[in-house]
């Protein structure tokens, strides 16, 4: 037996890490969030309420066995609405992310690998771009572009690759100096197999781990859109048009701003506990 066993069986010294499904955090923020895409997407269909329709003789009215949630102003059912928004904000959070993941990751590739002029002038443009408030950047940029989904989609391209960027290099410049990179060069490989072959899997944990904290930026700033009314476009529903068209009744309909607000910090918790899920998972031993 050898002494590394020994120590082990003694219960000397780190415990072995568990396998990634027994990670409470993950295996919590997966089930709050499955449960919240099913009901935001069976939901629906169950109900057979058309959440745009406006029914002008039924306007505010509080929960009942009818509208489990009330009507908002225009008699629209308020969890209809509220259902159909989830799926659309979620949807067009996690879509937002794709290309600011894949073009971050990119260039963070590329300026830690190569170094250099190349170096010099991502880290510049990520300096510059991260020298603003997010949240700022992409309300202006909205509001210059145009309102809606093409707005917002552009809006966070733009802006969001910088925190990818900024991982990747990081990750990269560390990894470069590694015996298995500095084997493969030895052995001929192009720069290009070295990076999307050796480098690439080995650093792009934290990235992954960090977009599940991005979505959540995205979907806050999509709320924060719609509730300046730079958003999704009436009437389709959305998380922080409702926002902003309840609160005027926070005193006698509290429910129709209260509920959204509700949900949007549920699925910012069950995507925060996906990402502190992850990283302990991915961590190395």
Known sequence: MSAATAIGLAGIGPAPRTHWYSRTALILGVSLLAAILAAAWIGPMLMGVDPTEQ???ET???PS???????????????????VAARIDIAV?????VT????????????GYFGGWLDLLISGLVNLVMAFPFYVLIIS??????????????????????SYARII??????AKSQEYVLAARAAGYSSARIIGRHILPNVITQALVFATADIVVVIVGIVTLGYLGLGIPAPTPDWGTMIFDGQVFITTNWQISTIPGLAVVI?????ALIGDGLADALRPD
Do not use: C, K, N
């Open 55 to 57: 029914h002008l003789l």
């Open 60 to 62: 505010l009215q509080g």
């Open 65 to 83: 066995s009818t509208h489990l949630l009330g009507t908002d102003q225009y008699g629209r059912d308020v969890l209809a609405r509220l259902l």
């Open 93 to 97: 959070g996690v879509l937002a992310v």
């Open 100 to 111: 600011p993941f894949i073009v971050g990751t990119l260039l963070g590739l590329l300026a």
């Open 141 to 162: 940029l909205v509001f210059v572009l145009g309102a809606g989904v093409q707005g917002i989609f552009v809006a966070v391209a733009l802006i969001g690759w910088v």
């Open 169 to 174: 290099r990081g990750e990269v410049m560390a």
């Open 267 to 271: 699925t910012g918790l069950a995507l």
